[in-house]
């Protein structure tokens, strides 16, 4: 309506001068006026053919830095762009962009600028080109440009890894399980050839009964007589943490993140505890490519790199972790969602005392037969 109003007080005003004022320099500005919006509108409707851009940035940031992203504008052929005008948003683990850029290619074929992100919570984000429009010069008329925008770029926000405390009944629950399981082991010489074993560097004798797939061939080429590989069973006495990041669907996603993030710290904080404490575990989670990985966790410095991974994946809406049940003498399930609608989780157990949770805070509500816990403030984990 502004905008309507602006135009009609500019013809009135040219009418008046040209017709009351001095009529040969108003007849030349009212020729101007046309003139120029018709090159304005041409520039405009030239560009949205011909205008290409792009953008990168870098996939992970640390939270409470800023993430730099660099975008491109290039023109196809030599003729000049009017104004681009260019929209940039980010999801919600990012702070706003309530920006609108402009550039014009005059010159060169390209130009590029940067735009510097607040990374505000930890967790998966995404970075994206929301419009892209060809403007003319006097920014009366303006299309949406043609060329595809540019893919949308995932970033992993990474939060703070809390060092959490041994000194509670969960880490000591799980530290008992593992030794219980280790002296079971020690009296079962099964184990060696078990399906829950890891390949070993120890070697022996063949004897008869020994299955030939543990035959070392190459080794019993040297020593002209079979050798069989002992493996170590070790999958078996690993205590599982499995991420489960449930989002309900139709949850907003600023409220559902804050929760995502509190639960990874979480789930992290315990397993680096464990790493070094000597405790190997299994980590259970969801991939970027959206299956679900459980990978063994024994040095200290993986946590790090398997936060990275968790961070690549995309939350999704109504997704459970599902866990093999077969190998592990604990679980704990980290989630951001304890409501009964876990127990589709926890059902396929046997042993459901083995399983404990680990919640978002001490009012999160557990509809659950099993024990929950949360992280306090102290890093200590507590007892809901």
Not at 10 to 16: E, H, K, Q, R, S
Not at 45 to 71: A, E, Q
Not at 232 to 256: C, T
Request: hydrophobic share 40%; proline share 3%; charged share 25%.
């Amino acid at each position: 309506m502004g905008t309507i109003i602006s135009i009609i007080s500019v013809i009135v005003t040219l009418l008046v001068f040209t017709f009351y004022i001095d009529g040969d320099i108003g007849i030349v500005i009212i020729a101007f006026m046309i003139f120029a919006p018709l090159v304005s509108g041409f520039f405009a409707w030239y560009g949205r053919k011909r205008t290409v851009v792009t953008f990168d940035c870098d996939g992970f940031v640390k939270k409470g830095s800023k993430l730099k992203v660099n975008i491109n504008v290039g023109k196809i052929g030599f003729f000049p762009l009017g104004i681009i005008e260019i929209r940039l948003a980010a999801s919600e683990v990012f702070g706003r962009i309530d920006t609108l850029y402009k550039l014009s290619l005059i010159k060169g074929n390209s130009k590029s600028f940067s735009v510097e992100i607040d990374a505000n919570t930890g967790g998966n984000g995404q970075i994206y080109v929301s419009s892209v429009r060809s403007c003319g010069f006097l920014g009366f008329v303006g299309f949406n440009v043609k060329s595809q925008l540019p893919p949308p770029k995932s970033v992993g926000v990474i939060p703070e890894i809390p060092e959490a405390k041994t000194a509670s009944k969960l880490f000591r629950s799980i530290a008992d399980s593992v030794m219980t399981s280790d002296d079971e082991e020690k009296n079962d010489s099964a184990q060696l050839f078990s399906a829950n074993t890891t390949p070993g560097y120890e070697h022996r004798e063949y004897e008869n009964g020994d299955p030939l797939k543990r035959v070392n061939w190459k080794l019993s080429a040297k020593k002209n007589q079979l050798m069989v590989r002992l493996d170590e069973a070790a999958s078996a006495v690993q205590p599982v943490i499995a991420l489960d990041l449930f989002r309900a669907k139709g949850e907003k996603a600023e409220n559902a993140i804050i929760r995502e993030e509190r639960v990874i710290c979480s789930a992290f904080g315990l397993l680096s505890a464990l790493i070094k404490n000597g405790i190997a575990s299994t980590f259970v989670y969801y991939g970027a490519d959206g299956d679900i990985m459980a990978e063994s966790v024994d040095n200290p410095e993986y946590p790090s790199q398997l936060l990275l991974k968790v961070l690549a994946a995309r939350v999704e809406s109504d997704r459970r972790i599902k866990i093999d049940t077969t190998a592990f003498c604990a679980c704990v399930i980290a989630s951001t969602d304890c409501s009964a609608g876990l127990n589709s989780v926890i059902s396929a157990f046997e042993d459901k005392e083995a399983v404990s949770l680990i919640g978002v805070s001490n009012r999160e509500k557990n509809e659950t037969d099993c024990k929950m816990w949360y992280l306090d403030g102290d890093n200590n984990f507590k007892l809901v």
